[in-house]
């Protein structure tokens, strides 16, 4: 095309139209934005809900970008000189297509959370909160790969070619990252079989504390410290795990020792009272009491005391255990009762005890000097 058809009356029309084509759609671009989403938006969250408000914003600025490539594509169909049934330029804009609506789903999946939740709460299926973040992360690579994978068949690439060379490629980075595949593996085992979750007080051979947070990675334990640990997650699913917040009921069991001259009546005295006193007791569980004379030790009898508290959580456990000592030794105080305390005696030997045991050969000696 020579310079004077660029400048000519008839293409300047033509691109004049084609260019107000894609200007008109900028400014419908703006006006849904600015009107039709905003009312769209205001009216879900008059529902009172936060999934639907999400799903919106999740798109708002694909749609955006909709417009734009929808402004193009009629701008290109109206100018007159420009081919718009090209192979490529139809592959372009199939891919620009699914790459937009692809990159809302993405978004999408992002607040899959919020789905899943509303699920637990509308539904009897019951989802694991730990579960939620694995399952949106699974959804977005889904949605991920597959929308590659339409876009490279829209330009009639070898998806079999790409398999081949991301299975090599994949076990190249398999041999290089061992240990980042196995905490991979080992978040897995923890999120499927659930050996603790979110808030749960878990103990193992390498930390103790609360779980704060669960990765694909690795797993945020806050101590007693309130030190910050991050464990790995190869090494939680290779250790033996106590979770304390899974028990039904929490132990309490010692020795409470009565000195020899304590007379029988009072040793069943006392040990009655403690009986009743565990039978009686609120806060005490029920099924598991024994309170029982056991040994005789070297410095009195030995009574056992076994029993559990209701509670499992530490602070209320250790207030039980308080209550009970004190109404123990009150118990005590009123029988009149003393607890035997571990002692022992020192015997030596005064000089008379050393003379007699001289030889005579050392008392001549001590003579002559």
Known sequence: MS???FISYEHLIDLGIAIGIFLLFLLFRKLFTKYVFAFLLKLSKR???????????????????????????????YYPYLNHANPMFMKVIKAAIIFVVSWGLFHVSSTSSLLFKTINEKTHIKIDEILIPFLSRTLQFV?????????LQVFEYNISGLITG???????????????????????????????T?????????????VEDISFRSTKVRT????????PNATLANEAITNWSKMGKRQITFHLSLTYDTPKEKI????????????????????TIFVNVENYTDYGFDILLYFFTKTTD???YLNVREEINLEILEILEEAEVEIAIPAQKLYTETQQDDAAKETPRQRARGDAE
């Open 3 to 5: 310079w004077e058809f």
């Open 47 to 77: 529902r009172n809900g936060k999934l639907l408000p999400n799903v919106l914003l999740s798109f708002e600025k694909p749609v955006q970008w909709l417009f734009i490539i929808i402004g193009i594509y009629v701008a290109v169909r």
């Open 143 to 151: 949605i991920a790969s597959i929308s590659l994978t339409v876009i």
């Open 166 to 196: 991301l299975g090599i490629g994949g076990l190249a980075i398999s041999l290089a990252a061992r240990d980042a595949l196995a905490n991979l593996f080992g978040g897995i085992v923890i999120i499927t079989e659930k050996p603790f």
């Open 198 to 210: 979110i808030g749960d007080w878990i103990k193992t051979p390498s930390v103790e504390g609360t």
């Open 224 to 231: 007693f410290a309130q030190a910050l640990v991050t464990v």
């Open 268 to 287: 069943e005295q006392v040990v009655q009272s403690i009986r009743d006193l565990l039978r009686n007791h609120p806060e005490i569980h029920q099924e």
């Open 314 to 316: 530490w602070g209320k």
